[in-house]
Structures are given as structure tokens and as C-alpha cells.
């Protein structure tokens, strides 16, 4: 029943020369790593340190830090392979330890960037090299193993000291790995219907029988993701050019199972931390579902991405998948935005939906990289642009404080806000005594009791076309659905460029607060209940420059939540 809040957005646009291609945390400083290049115009490759500094401290050091980032070093990186344009970095890795950058090119070249070299040693080196090229590769979560997937079909693992320690072929031998026993368990053929409804039907042999046929939209890309312990890992790839597999190999190179045919399955994987579920993404004709593994490679539930055919054609083309280091978000990032997904008894709420610069949808999907420490902070780098976040896990609830105490919670899932009074009815999740359909997915919801026609909550909902209020009077019985009282269009990344709302708070009973942000600050700003008196001239808001984040929580004045 918790949301997600947003309490840190920070945004640092680069030059136009750079193309931001890669980043990584730097756990030691709690900065950014950012690797700029190569490109087809420009073989370069440029290693930047970007802090958390404010701008202003950034423009005191600016005599140090070349536009406002440490610059850490720069090479060139032509590429040997000439099937490619231009060569490309297919993993970062910084070691905060020993302060040592490894970066991982498809042209097959490994290179670590020392920026406190010993005597003796580079500062600069490659340090080992894959011929045929590299088309997947990542760190083990102790970093102490790196597994490459390359161009011949082959899975090799390195040491810390680049040492090679198994070289593994994928061959079409390895389907017979595992063998798959379907029991039906939670599927319609298995429930009871009554002896005359397919009286004489196997109930554990299902209607149709997967193939693994590949999706239009597959990108051939391979990918790999470990399990949180380190102990397993799986990698997607293609098999013999007709389907999709997801092998799991254990830590000593041990082929330990293959995933069952499934149609439409794509590169997309992410090992869930917990170790429990591997996830996919499976494109179908007029929808696109995530889909679950166990480690047999077995199908373990899915859900379904509310998106539309021509939302599916256009920014959900390409879908990557995500998980944080405690399991408890998966991010779903397409061309031109990233959302937020969390489970609760078994359902999916969306929780969030980030919409990314414009550019960004032209220039392939957001790449989102969670922090290996801190749960819900991320960066989301796209065109020009990175983009740093950081979320809590809050409940909406409306006041304790008697006689209003009705135990109100609001939930919010994506364009569905879910209500229950716990104090009138007791309603499990994911169910609720009331919904309202929005217009837009919702980011942030703030409850505000009143007493004035009888007791009952005001509802203000914000999302990126602006606020909604509602009334939802809990007089009568039973409970009445909750009824629009006013909508408010306010500035957002549609007619402002660069604004996003973060968060909404009641100031009284009569005015809220909606915090924006911009790549220049953050700033917030009034919105009326019934009209524009509190917020100054009739049809304008007040807007007032924040120079330091606080969370809304903070607010004096506010009423009880």
C-alpha cells in the first residue's frame, strides 16, 4: 500500500560534442562516472567525474573542474572490428576500492583507467583483448568475476586479474538441459468446470504449445544478469537463428538449466536480486507482458504493459528491464521514458513514470543505472542529458488525529487511483472500496479532511498534466465514489521545457503545494482548491525559487495526513 515519492531530482545537461555513452557509480564519493564516446565522427573516448555538488559550487571550482567535471582521462578508441561503424563501450565498471575505471568495448578491447597508478604501471592499459568481439558484458555483484558474452557464441569468465577461467560454447545440445514438466497450476484447464466440460481433456497438456518463435521487434542483442548472491547467472542470446534461450550457468561455468520455448521472447533479462525470478519481456501481437523464470527456467506468472498498439509501435519498440539491489522495484525503461513497478500480494502497481527529454526518443532506450547501495537512487542518462533520482517509500494516508481518523489510503497504479477507508470497510489489496480513473499516471497524491458539509477527504492527485481534485464524502452509507471538484493545468514538461512535477502537499484547506524541477533548481508553487485568491492574480500562480530541497513533509501549515 506504499508509493513512491520523489525527493531528489538533478539534472546536468553536457555539451553538445559530448555523447554520453556509459555511467557508473563511484560508491567511494557517491558520484557519477561517465564515459563520452566513441562515436562515428569522433574515435575518443572521455572519462568524466560528475559530483554532487550544487551548480554554484561547481562554478566556484570551475578553475579545477573543466565544465564543471573532474576530468579523470581521455584516448583514443579506434575500433578493430570493420562490421562496425565505430567501436562501443559495452560495459563500465568503476572500482572504488583501488580507484580503478574497467571498461568493457564491443570491438573486444578490455581497459582499465587507473587514476592512482603504482610505479611501474599504466595509467591507461589495455589489459586483455577478445578477438571475434564482445556483445555482453558484466561484473559479478562481489566484482570479482566478469562474464563476456561474445560474437562466436561463446560465455567466458575473467578474474579481477583478467585471468580466463572458463570458455563455454553455446550449442543447440544445450536445450536438452532441461527437461520441462507442466502441471497447469493456476491456469483455467485445471480448475474444475463439472464432468461435462472437457471431461476427457489432459488437464496438464495446454491449449497451444510455445515455439519460441522470435519477435519482429527483436533487436538480436545479448544479455547477461546475476543473481544477487553471485552464485548464478543467466544469459539471453539466440539459438541457431530461430529462437530465443535463457541459459543459466552456475559460478564454476556449469550449464544448470534452459528456459522453456516462448513466443515473442526478447534480449531483455534481469535476474531479481532475491534470486527468485528471472524477468523478460514477451511481445505478443496487441500487447507486450513481462514474464517470469525460475532458475529450471520454468514459467513463473507475468503481468501485462498497459500500453496502447500505437504506444507499442512507437516509444515501446525497445524495452530494457531493471531491477534495484533489494528487489522491491523493477524499472521498465522504452525510448522516451522509464517506469517504476513494485508488487504487492501478487499484483503490479506502477508506481511511477519518468518522461525523458524529447531527443531521447530518437536516440534509442533510457538507460537506467540503479545504486548497488542505496535502493531507490538511480541515474537515467539519454541524449545530452543525465539524469540523477532519488525516491522514498511512503504511505498516502488521511488524518488520525479522532473524529476524522477513517483510516483513508490512497495507492496509486499508474492511471487507476485505488481508495479504502480502512476505518469503515477493511478491503485486502490489491482490491479497494473505491478507483478513480485518471487521465494521466499519476505521481503523487495528498490527502486533506473536512468537515464542512459532513465529514469527507479532499484528494489532490498530481501527474503531469497538472492536478485534480476530488471530493470524497464519507457521511452516507455505503460509501459514495469519489466526484471531481476541479482540474488545474499547470507547467509541465509538455509546455515548459525541462519542468517536471515531483510532489504535492495541502498547505490548508483550501491551497496545496506542487514542487517542480528544472535542470536550474527546483521551485514551488501554489494551486487553488476552488480558485486563484490564495495564489495570488486570478489565473496565475505564484512560483518561488527553492535553493535547497526540502521534503514537502516540512510545510508549515499543512493539515494532518
Not at 268 to 274: E, Q, Y
Not at 374 to 389: M, N
Not at 487 to 511: F, K, M, Y
Request: aromatic residues 6%; charged residues 25%; contains cysteine.
Amino acid at each position: 500500500m506504499r508509493n513512491l515519492k520523489n525527493i531528489h531530482r538533478s539534472v546536468v545537461d553536457f555539451l553538445p560534442e559530448l555523447h554520453l555513452t556509459a555511467t557508473a557509480w563511484d560508491l567511494a564519493t557517491d558520484a557519477i562516472i561517465c564515459a563520452f564516446g566513441p562515436t562515428k565522427d569522433n574515435i575518443i573516448v572521455e572519462l568524466k567525474r560528475v559530483h554532487r555538488s550544487s551548480n554554484a559550487e561547481l562554478v566556484r571550482h570551475k578553475s579545477q573542474l573543466e565544465d564543471g567535471h573532474e576530468n579523470i582521462a581521455s584516448w583514443d578508441a579506434p575500433c578493430p572490428l570493420p562490421d562496425l561503424d565505430c567501436d562501443k563501450i559495452v560495459n563500465l565498471h568503476y572500482f572504488a576500492d583501488n580507484l580503478v575505471a574497467c571498461l568493457v568495448l564491443a570491438g573486444g578491447d578490455i581497459v582499465v583507467v587507473r587514476e592512482q597508478p603504482q610505479p611501474g604501471e599504466d595509467k591507461i592499459e589495455i589489459v586483455g583483448s577478445v578477438d571475434v568481439g564482445i556483445t555482453a558484458a558484466v561484473w559479478s555483484p562481489d566484482e570479482e568475476l566478469l562474464a563476456i558474452a561474445t560474437q562466436a557464441g561463446t560465455l567466458l569468465y575473467m578474474t579481477r586479474e583478467f585471468e580466463n577461467v572458463t570458455d563455454i560454447t553455446f550449442t543447440s545440445d544445450d536445450l536438452k538441459a532441461s527437461k520441462h514438466v507442466s502441471v497447469g497450476w493456476g491456469k483455467s484447464e485445471t480448475q474444475f468446470k463439472g464432468k461435462r466440460a472437457k471431461a476427457m481433456r489432459d488437464p496438464t497438456m495446454p491449449e497451444t504449445v510455445d515455439e519460441g518463435v522470435l519477435s519482429p521487434f527483436d533487436m538480436r542483442k545479448v544479455a547477461i544478469s546475476w543473481r544477487g548472491d553471485g552464485a548464478y547467472l543467466a544469459v539471453n542470446s539466440i539459438d541457431s537463428e530461430s529462437r530465443r534461450v535463457i541459459r543459466v550457468y552456475s559460478r564454476e561455468g556449469i550449464l544448470d538449466s534452459v528456459t522453456e520455448p516462448v513466443d515473442g521472447l526478447e534480449g531483455a533479462l534481469s535476474w531479481r536480486p532475491a534470486g527468485n525470478l528471472v524477468a523478460g519481456i514477451q511481445r505478443l501481437k496487441d500487447h507486450v507482458d513481462i514474464v517470469f523464470f525460475e532458475r529450471n527456467g520454468l514459467r513463473h506468472g507475468q503481468f501485462s504493459l498497459r500500453l496502447s498498439k500505437e504506444e507499442i509501435d512507437n516509444w515501446g519498440a525497445e524495452i530494457q528491464l531493471k531491477w534495484n539491489v533489494d528487489s522491491s522495484v523493477l524499472a521498465v525503461c522504452f525510448q522516451d521514458r522509464v517506469q517504476l513497478w513494485t508488487m504487492g500480494n501478487y499484483h503490479y502497481y506502477l508506481k511511477q513514470e519518468i518522461i525523458l527529454p524529447e531527443a531521447s526518443a530518437h536516440s534509442g532506450v533510457g538507460y537506467l543505472q540503479w545504486h548497488p547501495e542505496k535502493p531507490l537512487r538511480f541515474t537515467i542518462r539519454s541524449q545530452g542529458q543525465l539524469q540523477r533520482e532519488e525516491y522514498i517509500s511512503v504511505v498516502a494516508r488521511g488524518s488520525t488525529v479522532p473524529p476524522d481518523d477513517y483510516g483513508v489510503v490512497a495507492v496509486i497504479d499508474g492511471r487507476n487511483l485505488r481508495l479504502t477507508p480502512l476505518g469503515l470497510t477493511n478491503v485486502p489489496p490489491p482490491m479497494s472500496l473505491h478507483e478513480i480513473a485518471l487521465s494521466h499516471n499519476a505521481i503523487d497524491v495528498a490527502l486533506c479532511g473536512q468537515r464542512l458539509s459532513g465529514p469527507s477527504v479532499i484528494i489532490a492527485v498530481l501527474h503531469t498534466d497538472g492536478v485534480s481534485f476530488y471530493n470524497w464524502g464519507l457521511k452516507l452509507k455505503p460509501v459514495t465514489p469519489p466526484t471531481l471538484i476541479r482540474h488545474v493545468s499547470i507547467p509541465s514538461r509538455e509546455t515548459l521545457s525541462g519542468t517536471q512535477n515531483q510532489q504535492i502537499c495541502w498547505a490548508n484547506s483550501d491551497c496545496a503545494f506542487v514542487l517542480q524541477s528544472r535542470s536550474q533548481g527546483s521551485f514551488l508553487r501554489k494551486v487553488a482548491l476552488e480558485n486563484d485568491d490564495c495564489c495570488g492574480s486570478k489565473g496565475s500562480f505564484a512560483c518561488k525559487r527553492i535553493k535547497r530541497i526540502l521534503p514537502l513533509t516540512s510545510v508549515k501549515g499543512r493539515q494532518d495526513m
